[in-house]
């Protein structure tokens, strides 16, 4: 992944954000927070983000499957200092969705991903529900 465009690494424009606390088990050698710790993190708070957003209401009988998943790291995190993950919907498609978010420890930008999410019924994508359309343009990301 390239550099993500410098105007989505805006903490101010996601509409959700969520604190995870850091462990002595996310560091590695060198000191500094792992990349798979990060990934953790983004996908604890795109879970958070889901149950914020209405994901269970607004679904009615469907369920989503993480189509890909994309991850810059942009600086070093530490311990034990927590880090914050900001989440906003980015596009809403006809079955899919795309969610960036950004980890942030002390001001200090740690990490940026994108996710896209396909909406499944009877084990094939489907279109997204409009309760759930709805819901999700709310949390679209700011301008």
């Avoid at 805006?10 to 002595?24: C, G, L, N, V």
């Avoid at 997204?128 to 679209?140: I, K, T």
Wanted: proline share 8%; with cysteine.
């Amino acid at each position: 992944m390239a550099r993500p465009d410098p105007a989505l690494l805006d903490p101010a424009r996601y509409p959700f954000r969520h604190e995870i606390s850091t462990r002595f088990a996310d560091m590695d050698p060198n000191n500094h927070l792992n990349n798979v710790a990060l990934a953790a993190m983004f996908e604890d708070g795109r879970v958070r983000f889901n149950q914020g957003s209405g994901f269970k209401r607004g679904m009615d009988g469907h369920r989503a499957m993480v189509a890909s998943t994309e991850i810059a790291y942009l600086a070093e995190g530490h311990f034990p200092l927590p880090i914050t993950v900001h989440c906003a919907v980015e596009a809403l498609g006809r079955s899919s969705w795309t969610v960036v978010q950004v980890l942030v420890q002390e001001g200090k930008l740690i990490a940026f991903a994108r996710s896209t999410l396909v909406c499944i019924r009877d084990d094939r994508p489907a279109p997204l529900p409009d309760l759930f359309r709805g819901a999700l343009e709310q949390w679209v990301l700011r301008p």
